[in-house]
Structures are given as C-alpha cells and as structure tokens.
C-alpha cells in the first residue's frame, strides 16, 4: 500500500481541465516541497513532468502545472488533448524511516 | 545526452537471484544518486531503494531489505540491482532512474529490464 494516495481514475473531454490529488502527510508531502509528478503511456519509462511542487522541466508543456496545499499536492492539466492519456504518479521525498510509498498508486486519466 | 541503458530481460527459477545492470552516460555518475524502481504487470511504480555512486552507500526500501543488494562500478560508469530469493511475485519491470536533486525528482530513467520468474 503506497503512502501517497491518489485516485485511481479520471476523465475529460478535449479540451477540457482536469486535477489530480496526491494526498500524504507532514512526513512527506506536507513537510518538504519535493513533490514531482511522472507521466507513463504503456510500455514506457514513466517522464518527468512536474518537480519541486510546481516546476516544469524543459519541454514539458504550460499546460501541465503543479501545487500543493497542507498534505495535498495536486496536479492540474488544463486543454486536455488524446496524448494526455496515460497513467500519473505522485512521488515526495520522505523523513519516514522506512523510506516506504515514495510514489502514489497511480491514476489512469482517460480522455473522452 | 544523458543515457541510462539497462541489461536485457532475464527468465528465473523461484530462489534464484538476478543482477540486473545500467550503465549511464552523458553525465558525471557520480555526481547523481541512482532509484531502483520496479513495476509488476498492471501495477503502479515501487520504489526499491536508491545507491550514491560516489560513496556507494545506499538506502533500501524495508520490503527489500535482506534481499536486494545495489553496487556500482565508477571505473564503468555502471550501477547494478541484485534481488535474492526470488519468488513469483518479483516479475516486473525493473527500472534504473537518475535522481536530479538527491531529494527523490527522478529526470532519467532506464529503458527498463522485465525479469519474469516462473518455474
């Protein structure tokens, strides 16, 4: 059981915005701004699209964009187009002693 | 570019051990942390534990720990994941991923290697 939780789907039409939460707690999401957002079409290596909260990498899209409020990070992807959908993971860095649930159990974002 | 590139894809036996390799390159190795991170079929991403090329210190993820060994070979540039005691359950997609900022941001990642258990 990861400890970032995220819902397991959501959908939009083109065009559309969609949010996807990631929820920890003061531990990790809530006590450090190192939260990062993956994108994974099948068969491929997940690709970095968000860092540091709300941090896009060069060449990522200003459609995808990041936040976090108290335990809950959030990632928002607005003007949604086919190629968006794919599989998306929270990670955060963590003072757990474990190190365990680094990434959230993934949410499958189906576009209409 | 930086390049991380993973060993092929192994077959085996439940109690059998598998090493898997990823070399990198187009970057200093070891001026970056590197994650294992596996992904069962149909399952989401597990992260395994993470080795610092420099010092070849390392941090398992407790599930793993006992099982999993991470090393590094600087002279190749080349780091490695064993996993012992192999059982069913350890078939996945085993991926190699270079860690940006030493505070788990992950910017590469390796192609992935599917190592598939099964008697």
């Known amino acids: 059981q990861s400890a970032l939780t995220q819902p397991a789907s959501v959908s939009g039409s083109p065009g559309q915005s969609i949010t996807i939460s990631c929820t920890g707690t003061s531990s990790d999401v809530g006590g450090y701004n190192y939260v990062s957002w993956y994108q994974q079409h099948p068969g491929k290596a997940p690709k970095l699209m968000i860092y540091e909260v709300s941090n896009r990498p060069s060449g990522v899209s200003n459609r995808f964009s990041g936040s976090k409020s108290g335990n809950t990070a959030s990632l928002t992807i607005s003007g949604l187009q086919a190629e968006d959908e794919a599989d998306y993971y929270c990670s955060s860095y963590t003072s757990s002693s474990t190190l365990e649930g680094v990434f959230g159990g993934g949410t499958k974002l189906t576009v209409l | 570019q930086v390049q991380l590139v993973q060993s092929g894809a192994e077959v085996k036996k439940p109690g059998a051990s598998v090493k898997v390799s990823c070399k990198a390159s187009g970057y200093t190795f070891t001026g970056y942390y590197m994650h294992w991170v596996r992904q069962a079929p149909g399952q989401g991403l597990e992260w395994m534990g993470w080795i610092n090329p420099n010092s070849g210190g390392t941090n398992y993820a407790q599930k793993f720990q006992g099982r999993v060994t991470m090393t590094r070979d600087t002279s190749i540039s080349t780091a490695y994941m064993e996993l012992s005691r192999l059982r069913s359950d350890d078939t996945a997609v085993y991926y190699c991923?270079?860690?940006?900022?030493?505070?788990?941001?992950?910017?590469?990642w390796g192609q992935g290697t599917l190592v598939t258990v099964s008697s």
């Open positions: 991923a270079r860690d940006w900022t030493a505070m788990v941001t992950i910017d590469y």
